[in-house]
């Protein structure tokens, strides 16, 4: 099972949106709505921040939203705050030899 | 507030097996729901998602570590662990305990994550 593809960096200024993409098969994140998007800072251990698509845990801020179309599920980070500067892994289930693959990773960078 | 934490030996020989413990606080491993889990982080790598447990002892692992793999769960002492065999430098990494809520598909408590060097 390979790792779902993610974009090697992303950046954007203060108070802007981005988005992260992460692209997988119709064997994982096409095929099911398990998707899960994690931050992780530097030294620190990875941080729940999406479920199941596009689902937010409590104490999440409302800026962090996911979505999905076909084998590609995105995270969007609106009003990009400094501490947002971090990397991201998305997860998804699969149904292949492996139930669990995460993604390349994205360091994202407020400039 | 659920909390994981693991523990083990920091530095081991190659051909070794690396032994990491990961103990459970503020919830009972045997509550169903929830796959007990390894992931490991090679330096400056991403994530790999090593196996996990179910409190009932039904095991899921990567193929690629699968033949070198054991995790297992005490549940009177509230733990799980990793047994991983025959190590070489390539299995140096930070290795995280973590939950997966199977409620929400998510890894949603992880442990703060040991650093396992292998070296002679």
């Known amino acids: 099972q390979s790792a779902l593809t993610q974009p090697a960096s992303v950046s954007g200024s203060p108070g802007q949106s981005i988005t992260i993409s992460c692209t997988g098969t119709?064997?994982?994140?096409?095929?099911?709505?398990?998707v899960s998007w994690y931050q992780q800072h530097p030294g620190k251990a990875p941080k729940l921040m999406i479920y199941?698509?596009?689902n937010r845990p409590s104490g999440v801020p409302d800026r962090f939203s996911g979505s999905k179309s076909g084998n590609t599920a995105s995270l969007t980070i609106s009003g990009l705050q400094a501490e947002d500067e971090a990397d991201y892994y998305c997860?998804?289930?699969?149904?292949?030899?492996?139930?669990?693959?995460f993604g390349t990773g994205t360091k994202v960078t407020v400039l | 507030q659920v909390q994981l934490q693991e523990s083990g030996p920091g530095l081991v020989k190659p051909s070794q097996t690396l032994s990491l413990t990961c103990t459970v606080s503020?919830?009972?491993?045997?509550?169903?729901?929830?796959?007990w889990s390894w992931i490991r982080q090679h330096p400056g790598k991403g994530l790999e998602w090593i196996g996990y447990?179910?409190?009932?002892?039904?095991?899921y692992y990567n193929p690629s570590l699968k033949s070198r793999v054991t995790i297992s769960v005490d549940t009177s002492k509230n733990q799980f662990s990793l047994k991983l065999s025959s190590v070489t430098a390539a299995d140096t990494a930070v290795y995280y305990c973590?939950?997966?809520?199977?409620?929400?598909?998510?890894?949603?408590?992880w442990g703060q994550g040991t650093l396992v060097t292998v070296s002679s």
């Open positions: 447990i179910y409190y009932s002892g039904s095991t």
């Open positions: 503020g919830g009972s491993i045997s509550s169903g729901g929830y796959y």
């Open positions: 997860s998804s289930y699969t149904s292949s030899s492996t139930p669990c693959v």
């Open positions: 199941e698509v596009s």
């Open positions: 119709s064997s994982d994140v096409g095929g099911y709505n398990y």
């Open positions: 973590a939950r997966m809520n199977t409620a929400m598909w998510g890894f949603d408590y």
